[in-house]
């Protein structure tokens, strides 16, 4: 809410003004995708700004640090470089890139969570027996991602406390199924970033990286993603074998209908992407952005009809859109940081201090996710060092390794970053909508998963390499 005095009008007024201007944000970037206008571009970055400034009284204490480390990485730029126009210029595009990006999802988010089909299956995955709870709750959280992306965990989170205590209202065995659900959930999702068609990481790094393979991507990401949810799943039943609950707990029937509708509509969208990318012969972040509004409209028109769909996308733009700002300026932040950051990088100079070129391929790639995970202990966000990764790889004349295994390394050190960093979007969302401490949702709860996942991750890249 904004915080200030002033009249029903004034407040419409600017939360409309707010609205079209983050609207002005995502079509200039799809016109300037589609038409490479250099023009249509600088409007994007006019739009974010003025965004921005007319929504700063609603922004958080995170969203102010970053706004003004942007300042004083901007100023770094200007006063250590020969060229900052060029690096301020490739920051700014990134950083817009974000903002659509994530408002475009937004809209698609607002529109699955008034599906029927998808509150059916949230409240399956919900009400399972224990054995088959981890992962229902950890697939079904991956594989909703695709459609909702990072909204799945503001829906699934209250639908999970409602049920336990629904269920067995004052149980003290209900923290220990708390713990266990949303565990499973955040494990799920957090690890659903390496293959997701729709994810952030995966299209950040193939915006920045040449020669980006994402079907060979996906090949190796969800096989790890399936090993990995097996591993949690014996985690959770190792460290809670002495649990016994009491009584019997309501299993809801499979919504065959309601999965077989959420399928098709994935579908729909996925092959929405690739006509998109077929058509304009453009990259896959070019589909999936190009496919939203779309999908959208048509996904309205399927849940209320055509006479409902003006005042319904009225709604969305004017509420929904407006309340994504402080994740859109987190993400465009965070992007801007580490696009400048790496500008500032001499990435020769530091490629040959850290000896990559002779550093086996395995080892590089392995050490890339940890090294992620625990430099974001110091509020760099995941994806932060997702951006300045990407630049800093793609700065240099030769690839130390094969570019879509670089890719794949730095998705998973997005992926371990979400349970083991206090400063995660993801972790940030389910405290708040849980009131789970943050500690308790990363080093308390998740600590041991999270090293297993950075351990295993050194024999997968031996083992892709070759040994190399």
Known sequence: ??????????????????????????????????????????????????????????LTLREYYLVAASVVVSVLVVALLPNPTTVLIGALDQAVFLMSFILLLGLLQATAATSPSVADLGAFLTRQPPGRRYAALSGG???????????VVSFLVPLIQRGIQRAAPGDPL????????????????????????????????????PGVDRVVWMGYAFPLFAVLMVAGWLEDHVRFRAFKPRGVLPVMVWPRTAALRFAATTIWFLLLVLCFVWLFDESIVFGVLAACPLMVIGWLVAQQGVAHLPARLRQMVGTDLTGSINVAVTLATSGYIGRAAAGLTPANAVAEALGLAAMP????????????????????????????????????????????????????????????SPFATLILIVSRASGIPISTLTWRWNL??????????????????GGH
């Open 141 to 151: 959280t991956a594989f909703l991602a695709i459609l909702f992306n990072i909204g």
């Open 1 to 58: 809410m904004v915080r200030v005095m002033q009249t029903e009008g004034e407040k419409s007024a600017r939360l409309s003004l707010v609205s079209l201007l983050l609207l002005s944000v995502a079509a200039l970037e799809l016109l300037a995708r589609i038409t490479g206008v250099r023009a249509v571009q600088d409007a994007a970055w006019i739009a974010m700004l003025l965004a921005v400034l007319l929504s700063i009284r609603r």
């Open 174 to 209: 209900n923290p220990i199924r708390e713990q266990r659900q949303i565990s499973a959930l955040l494990r799920g999702f957090a690890w659903s970033v390496t293959w997701s068609p729709t994810a952030i990481a995966p299209l950040i790094v193939m915006d920045l990286i």
């Open 361 to 420: 391929d395995w080892m590089m790639l392995a050490l890339i996710p940890s090294f992620t995970a625990l430099i974001s202990l110091f509020a760099l966000s995941p994806t932060m060092m997702a951006v300045f990764l990407g630049s800093f790889f793609a700065a240099l004349p030769v690839l130390p390794a094969d570019a879509t295994l670089i890719a794949f390394s730095i998705s998973c050190g997005w992926a371990l970053s979400m349970t083991f």
């Open 448 to 465: 041991l998963f999270t090293t297993f996942a950075a351990t295993l991750l050194f024999p997968v890249f031996f083992l892709l390499t």
